[in-house]
C-alpha cells in the first residue's frame, strides 16, 4: 500500500460543477495535511492545508479530513476551465510532523473542466 | 519579492556524466527542500537543510546524488554518473523557520533534467 494515494483519474466535469478528489494516507497519526495545484510545466502551488478533522473552507475550495478513516478530500465548487490542473494530496507522515515541512505526495488527479 | 529560483530550466546530458543543478531560495527562508518528480508521479522527497546543514537526507536514492548549502542560501544538488533513470524534475523548495502550520513551502518551477 502506497503512503499517500489517491483517486485515479483522469477526472472531468462540466464547468460550474462539483469536482471531488480525494486522498487516503497510511499513517493513522500523521497530522498535517495540504492540496497543492500543478498546472502542465509548472511547479506545485499550496491551495489548502488542513489539520484538524471536518470541513474547512476557502472560497470555492473545500478541503474535508477524516482522521478516523484517514482520509482527506478537496471539493471545487463552481469548477472553471482554469481549474483543469492535477491536484496534489500531501501529507506529513508522523505524530512529530509538525516540525518541518517533509511532504509525502500521492501520485495526483489530473482534473479537466469542460465548458 | 523573487520566488524560489533554479537553474537551468533543462538540462540534457549523456550517461554517465557529472551534472549540477542550483537552488536560489527566499531571501530569508532558513529551510530548504529538494524533490524529484517523475513523469505522472507526485513529488519524491530527496533531502532537507536547515541553514547549512543536511538536516534529512533520507530520501537520496544512492550515493550518486549529493547536495550542499555551504552558506544557508543557494543549495546545489549533484548528481555523479548520470543513469537515465535519473531523468525527471528536479524541484527544489523553500520555507520560513516555524512548524508546517505557518510556513509552508514554496516550490520553484524545477530542472528538467533529461539522461540520453
Known amino acids: 500500500q502506497k503512503e499517500v494515494e489517491q483517486n485515479s483519474g483522469p477526472l472531468s466535469v462540466p464547468e460550474g460543477a462539483i469536482a471531488s478528489l480525494n486522498c487516503t494516507y497510511s499513517d493513522r497519526v500523521s497530522q498535517s495535511f495540504f492540496w497543492y495545484r500543478q498546472y502542465s510545466g509548472k511547479s506545485p502551488e499550496l491551495i489548502m492545508s488542513i489539520y484538524s478533522n471536518g470541513d474547512k473552507e476557502d472560497g470555492r475550495f473545500t478541503a474535508q479530513l477524516n482522521k478516523a478513516s484517514q482520509y482527506v478530500s478537496l471539493l471545487i465548487r463552481d469548477s472553471q476551465p482554469s481549474d483543469s490542473a492535477t491536484y496534489l494530496c500531501?501529507?506529513?507522515?508522523?505524530?512529530?510532523?509538525?516540525?518541518?515541512?517533509?511532504?509525502?505526495f500521492g501520485q495526483g488527479t489530473i482534473l479537466t473542466v469542460h465548458p | 519579492g523573487a520566488g524560489v529560483s533554479q537553474t537551468p530550466s533543462n538540462k540534457v546530458t549523456e550517461k554517465g556524466k557529472y551534472v549540477e543543478l542550483r537552488c536560489d531560495p527566499i531571501s530569508g527562508h532558513t529551510a530548504l527542500y529538494w524533490y524529484r518528480q517523475s513523469l505522472g508521479q507526485g513529488p519524491e522527497f530527496l533531502i532537507y537543510f536547515q541553514g547549512t546543514g543536511a538536516a534529512d537526507d533520507s530520501g537520496l536514492p544512492n550515493d550518486r546524488f549529493f547536495a550542499v548549502r555551504p552558506e544557508g542560501s543557494v543549495s546545489t544538488l549533484k548528481i555523479q554518473r548520470t543513469e537515465r533513470g535519473d531523468s525527471a524534475v528536479y524541484l527544489c523548495a523553500s520555507s520560513g523557520q516555524g512548524s508546517s502550520y505557518n510556513s509552508p513551502l514554496h516550490f520553484g518551477n524545477g530542472t528538467r533534467l533529461t539522461v540520453t
Open positions: 500531501a501529507v506529513i507522515l508522523g505524530a512529530g510532523g509538525t516540525s518541518y515541512g517533509k511532504l509525502t
